[in-house]
């Protein structure tokens, strides 16, 4: 989820917009300071949710949060990263992390806001906000990664 976010939910992608870290104009976009509490809070467990977000260069990133703890990113419909979420409800503020399996991973948290009809902003731990629609979750294939929806 790291390149979602990065890149992207992204995301959390939440990413949503842009992956953390990515370069140029993700670090143009100005983090709100302020989020209205409208609608319902951000869901207390992730644990079987998909969140979409959109780059600015319209990338379309989809990010699958397992039961098991794993979680999947499409870009575009494609397989495009995978690792390990956790949710720590009792950090203040709570966050939820990513650690992708690339080698040298850098765990990347997120303090999801408040929900406002099917859509959620998030921060990053560097200032990132990104704004991250939810999607119809759906189980990997045997062996393969599941589809992105293209629904909405």
């Known amino acids: 989820m790291r390149r979602i976010i990065d890149a992207a939910l992204a995301s959390l992608v939440l990413a949503a917009c842009a992956p953390a870290g990515q370069s140029g104009d993700e670090s143009a976009a100005t983090p709100e300071t302020a989020l209205t509490p409208t609608g319902e809070p951000a869901p207390e467990i992730f644990s079987a949710t998909a969140w ?9 990133y989809t990010t699958y949060l397992d039961p098991d703890g794993t979680y999947r990113d499409l870009r575009n419909g494609d397989p495009w990263q995978t690792g390990s979420w956790t949710y720590d409800e009792g950090a203040r503020p709570k966050l939820l992390c990513f650690t992708p399996d690339d080698e040298n991973a850098i765990e990347r948290c997120w303090e999801p806001g408040r929900m406002s009809g099917d859509t959620m902003r998030a921060e990053s731990d560097g ?3 990104i704004e991250l629609e939810r999607v119809d979750y759906e189980l990997p294939a045997e062996g393969e990664p599941a589809e ?5």
């Open 148 to 152: 992105d929806d293209s629904g909405a």
């Open 52 to 60: 979409r977000a959109v780059a600015e260069d319209g990338a379309r």
């Open 127 to 129: 200032g990132l906000t």
